[in-house]
């Protein structure tokens, strides 16, 4: 999911990345030599020779102080953890779906949407933590924000679990998905500081294996634990999880974001010299105030102001919703149409399940291949050498290429598992068009996150990424509220094809893009 299906994100993390950049390309300053204190404030030491012997940077390239030189089991470590971190959010995010029945004749709920409701808005908490969250980490770090999280999230899940009455649920449901975006948010950030961008497709598509995997994985253990032992036990089964995850991170995890480790050794070497003019060279002066103005307005700009964080956002808005309606009202349709049992319906989700483990196998194989730098012809005579590079440069469109192909996967595959459920066919054809549809799922959010990080640069990335998020889980969290009512009305043949019929006139958009982004970003700049 999280996202990160999000990441994407994901969850969005991108700064970092041109900093790291930077770092490789400028030549290491030395380690700042002690000075007299300065009068100025750090952040206001003027541009000259002064400012570069007191701006704190890594000792050199090979610095093993810096994540990208950790050894590998070190930084795999920090990957395995951050996406299990976001497994067990996930799977908190659908294994109470098929208890949700049993929690609703508990708590005498008879409207349909309010049952919906209790499974969905876990992700309107979940697109809300990003914007408090995000600011947050950039302050204190990566780790303080996985380690509070994880706190607060088990905190919040205890009392869904001991929930009493249907208010008392929803608001920790809603507090335990805002707790639970925390590893979203800094998720893929992690993959950043530790990967280097050559081999970051192949890193992030096993990053993504718990955010992809985890809804789906849910309800498959939910419906037999409901049916068995309660709905609530579906909630004390995720407390285990993330009480052993947080365990181990407490030995394990580390902070990893190049901004505050610099940040760290400036306030050592700061209180070591007694030179007060030392800062980080990352450093950007930055308030509390204005990074949480940040963490709003720049993604709010560029969702109104750029027409391709708005259109794909809404693609994967869309995708998102439809994902989690299925989500939602799996166990209705497969009871009802075919008389599963609650735990037998759980099964009903390894259609998407098998559709989403393919995609994946598939695309970590080849994303980065795709994108690999293809050798140039050589110049022709008289041309300019850096103009001939320039124009012969991977431009990221490329990264919307396989999309162009897969995506239609996801309308096929509603249309497929709509009318098979609608004429009550064998149950194992529904679920093949569920497999088709998830198999389109990661080839619509995946290139999108990539792509709008590789198209807007570090600091743009980062609120794109932002953007997309929140639009896909609030998407997420409020079109399976119309799902009852669609197929009550229309069936479910026809209230899936009107679903269907939408993702068909978004498949021009990838192509769209694909072939006049370029223009596009340069005819739409954003200023941030």
Known sequence: ???????????????????????????????????????????????????????V????????????????????????????????????????????????????????????????IYLAGFAVGPMFIAPLSELYGRLVIYHTCNVTYIGFIIGCALGKNTGMFLVFRFLAGCAASGPLTVGGGTVADVVPPAQRGRVMSMFFVGPLLGPVLG????????????????????????????????????????????????????????????????????????????????????????????LLSLLCAFVFGLLFLLFTTFPTVFEEQYHFSAGVSGLSYLGVGVGMAVSLAVYASV????????????PSQGEDASQHQHQHQQQPEERLKPMTYVMPAVPIGIFWYGWAADQQTHWIVPILGTACFGFGVLWVVMPTQLYLVDAFGPEAAASA?????????????FIPLAGPSLYADLGLGWGNSVLGFVGVAFLPVPLLFYRYGGWLRERFAVEL
């Open 1 to 55: 999911m999280a996202a990160d299906l999000e990441s994407a994100h994901e969850k969005q993390a991108i700064v970092e990345e041109s900093q790291h950049r930077q770092q490789s390309r400028e030549p290491q300053s030395r380690e700042p030599q002690s000075r007299e204190p300065q009068s100025r404030e750090p952040n206001q030491i003027a541009i000259g020779q002064e400012t570069k012997d007191n701006l």
């Open 57 to 120: 940077d890594w000792g050199g390239p090979d610095d093993p102080q810096n994540p990208r030189n950790w050894p590998a089991w070190k930084r795999m470590t920090q990957v395995v953890l951050a996406s299990a971190f976001l497994l067990t959010a996930n799977l908190a995010a659908t294994m109470f779906a098929p208890g949700a029945a049993s929690l609703a004749k508990e708590f005498q709920i008879t409207s349909p949407t309010t049952v919906s409701l209790t499974v969905s």
């Open 219 to 310: 309800p498959i253990v939910g419906g037999f634990v409901s049916e068995s032992i309660g709905w609530r036990w579906t909630f004390w089964i995720i407390i285990i999880l993330a009480g052993v995850s947080f365990t181990i991170s407490i030995f394990l995890l580390r902070e990893t974001n190049a901004a505050v480790l610099l940040k760290w050794k400036a306030a050592r070497l700061r209180k070591t010299t007694g030179n007060r003019a030392l800062i980080s060279k990352m450093d950007r002066g930055l308030t509390p105030r204005q990074l949480f103005l940040r963490a709003i307005v720049r993604p709010t700009k560029l969702l109104l102001l750029s027409p391709i964080v708005l």
């Open 367 to 378: 994303a980065d291949k795709l994108q690999r730098p293809k050798t140039p012809p050589p």
């Open 465 to 477: 990424l932002a953007a997309n998020v929140i639009l896909r889980l609030l998407f997420a969290a």
